[in-house]
């Protein structure tokens, strides 16, 4: 930053200079948004109301038809992995661990999992501030379901919950923006935390085991992601003048609202936190249930890395993301019994807890007037 600064400037430059990079901003959002409506690509804004309040049932019912199977899918494949445990015979001893757990550790994972929740809702209401405090904690419960049952995760609980915004009145360039803020600072805080396991593992202060490539990569990894990430808003301010796409012009947008708020200090922003945190808690305190613990640098470095492999497409992440965090845990030092069997425990919390939370919400949200619910 001070290296693109002139020493001269002074703070009331500086201001007016970041004033004026905010509007190069919007000016650049606003030039795309006329090239798509010349382009013939968004809606008509004088599009008859009829056709759309006609359309809008049928969405409605296509979107449950398509949660409930999604459910289903899921089900089976918990099902399926169970019965993996149970019929073959390397698997038996995950099973055997798993029947000997403590239950009061596995009661509080769940505990922690509830409290990942509700973090969700906290850091969701920052953003979307605009939406009373009803619908919005239904849309968050709604959005984390989603990201429980869609196989990429966050990413396409964002895209439910952007749908119903959309039916909720707020405009697209608003959900777009707010978004994609959200997405970028609970990232953020992702990567904050796979760069601290890294450090963490780095000096061996919390046990865990001291290689290079184990404490290195992911620092690397976390460095160059956020020197990217910041990048791009930069590059579309320089260039004001050139076309660029719509849609990475408000990704821009939503890093800046994600810097935004971390710049801006609400209480709210714990909610990130306690998002990730008790999640990781609840992952280490499903380990504890073994009998067994795990350092610390491990259990960070293992969970952040591991639930990559939640993006494949595999509805629910059964099978995949067991492997991903079962893998990377004992990568990481952890005794493959007890890590196979702490990640089939944490991942059917985790997929429930989300899931049953998200579908109340959801049917309070059904039950709502499909328009109106955010204020202007």
């Given at each position: ?171 697209t360039r608003q959900i777009v923006e707010r978004s994609s803020a959200l997405f970028f600072l609970t990232s953020a805080t ?187």
């Amino acid at each position: 930053m001070s290296a693109t600064t002139d020493p001269s400037q002074t703070p009331e430059s500086s201001s007016a200079a970041a004033r004026r990079s905010r509007t190069d901003c919007r000016d650049a959002r606003a030039r795309c948004d006329a090239r798509v409506r010349t382009d013939g690509l968004s809606p008509a804004a004088g599009a008859a109301p009829t056709s759309d309040t006609a359309a809008r049932p049928q969405t409605r019912s296509a979107a449950v038809g398509s949660i409930r199977r999604r459910l289903l899918g899921a089900v089976i494949l918990a099902t399926a992995t169970v019965t993996l445990l149970l019929a073959v015979p390397p698997l038996r001893g995950v099973a055997r661990q798993i029947d000997a757990m403590n239950p009061v550790w596995v009661l509080a994972a769940a505990a922690l999992e509830l409290g990942s929740c509700v973090g969700y809702v906290v850091i969701f209401r920052l953003f979307f501030d605009q939406v009373p405090s009803g619908p919005a904690r239904e849309l968050a419960w709604t959005e984390e379901a989603s990201g429980a049952l869609l196989p990429t995760g966050g990413v396409g609980a964002l895209a439910i919950g952007g749908w119903l915004l959309r039916q909720a009145g707020m405009s697209t360039r608003q959900i777009v923006e707010r978004s994609s803020a959200l997405f970028f600072l609970t990232s953020a805080t992702n990567v904050a935390v796979l760069v601290g396991g890294g450090a963490m593992l780095a000096t061996g202060a919390l046990g865990g085991t001291d290689t290079v490539p184990l404490a290195g990569i992911p620092i690397l990894i976390g460095v160059v992601s956020t020197a990217m990430t910041l990048t791009l808003p930069a590059l579309i301010r320089r260039t004001p003048g050139r076309r660029w796409p719509t849609w990475l012009v408000d990704l821009a947008a939503g890093i800046e609202g994600a810097v935004d708020a971390l710049l801006h200090p609400n209480w709210r922003l714990l909610g990130a936190g306690a998002y990730l945190g008790c999640d990781i808690a609840a992952l280490g305190v499903a380990f504890a249930a073994t009998g067994h613990s795990i350092p610390v640098d491990a259990l960070v470095l293992g969970y952040i890395i591991g639930y990559l492999a939640n993006m494949l497409p595999v509805p629910g992440g059964f099978g995949v993301l067991e492997a991903g965090l079962a893998g990377t845990l004992i990568l990481y030092g952890a005794p493959a019994t007890q890590a196979a069997a702490a990640v089939v425990v944490y991942h059917a919390i985790a997929f429930w807890v989300p899931s049953l939370g998200g579908l109340i919400g959801y049917g309070r949200l059904r039950r709502r007037p499909s328009q109106g619910l955010a204020r202007p």
